[in-house]
T-cell receptor, first 114, second 111 residues
Framework: DQQVKQNSPSLSVQEGRISILNCDYT??????FLWYKKYPAEGPTFLISISSIKDKNEDGRFTVFLNKSAKHLSLHIVPSQPGDSAVYFC?????????????FGSGTQLTVLP | ETGVTQSPTHLIKTRGQQVTLRCSSQ?????VSWYQQALGQGPQFIFQYYREEKNGRGNFPPRFSGLQFPNYSSELNVNALELDDSALYLCASSDRLGGYTFGSGTRLTVV
């Protein structure tokens, strides 16, 4: 039972254009959502987050949109740069016992072409 | 301020053996979470320790166990290794309400 889904395993975008990565979730108890970026041989690094009480959060070239009614969030990167090429994971905070655990999607490999 | 360090970085074990993976948490963090990332999948929650007590567990069999030490470093132990245990094991530290800092992971291969 995948509670966080990233249905696009890969995405290629031209440098300078917009990258849009999508994520769907099923658990309405999730209250905080995050995007992580992962390079090979490194752990995931935090990129941007959004609380469930907001619908948009922006940080430089990165913007996350949350549509609670559709249980959908997206990450926009504009303009895309070759250094943005990595695997992007969508994640959500929920409860497991007394722990707040992160539930991850399966990731989207973004390739930004020069 | 040091980050999260995991050891070893790579490991090859034989089916049926036991393995111990180690994680040192970031300075000031008292919570450690372990994740398993199989090839082509996202990280899956194994369990979490807060101040040496386990306070959450994912859907993993009892073969997966762990502990946290007074300095908040942590171990993940896996007994009776199976081929499907081959994965990247990630450790993340956090303070109780803060963001996670992930280590680079231990790549375990079971043959």
């Amino acid at each position: 039972d995948q509670q966080v889904k990233q249905n696009s395993p890969s995405l290629s975008v031209q440098e300078g254009r917009i990258s849009i990565l999508n994520c769907d979730y099923t658990n309405s108890m999730f209250d905080y959502f995050l995007w992580y970026k992962k390079y090979p041989a490194e752990g995931p690094t935090f990129l941007i987050s959004i609380s469930s009480i907001k619908d948009k959060n922006e940080d430089g070239r990165f913007t996350v949109f949350l549509n609670k009614s559709a249980k959908h969030l997206s990450l926009h990167i504009v303009p895309s740069q070759p250094g943005d090429s990595a695997v992007y994971f969508c994640a959500a905070f929920g409860e497991s016992g007394s722990a707040r655990q992160l539930t991850f999607g399966s990731g989207t490999q973004l390739t930004v072409l020069p | 301020e040091t980050g999260v360090t995991q050891s070893p970085t790579h490991l090859i074990k034989t089916r049926g053996q036991q393995v111990t993976l180690r994680c040192s948490s970031q300075s000031g963090h008292n919570t450690v979470s372990w994740y398993q990332q199989a090839l082509g999948q996202g990280p899956q929650f194994i369990f979490q320790y807060y101040r040496e007590e386990k306070n959450g567990r994912g859907n993993f069999p009892p073969r997966f166990s762990g502990l946290q030490f007074p300095n908040y470093s942590s171990e993940l132990n896996v007994n009776a290794l199976e081929l499907d245990d081959s994965a990247l094991y990630l450790c993340a530290s956090s303070d109780r309400l803060g963001g996670y800092t992930f280590g680079s992971g231990t790549r375990l291969t079971v043959v």
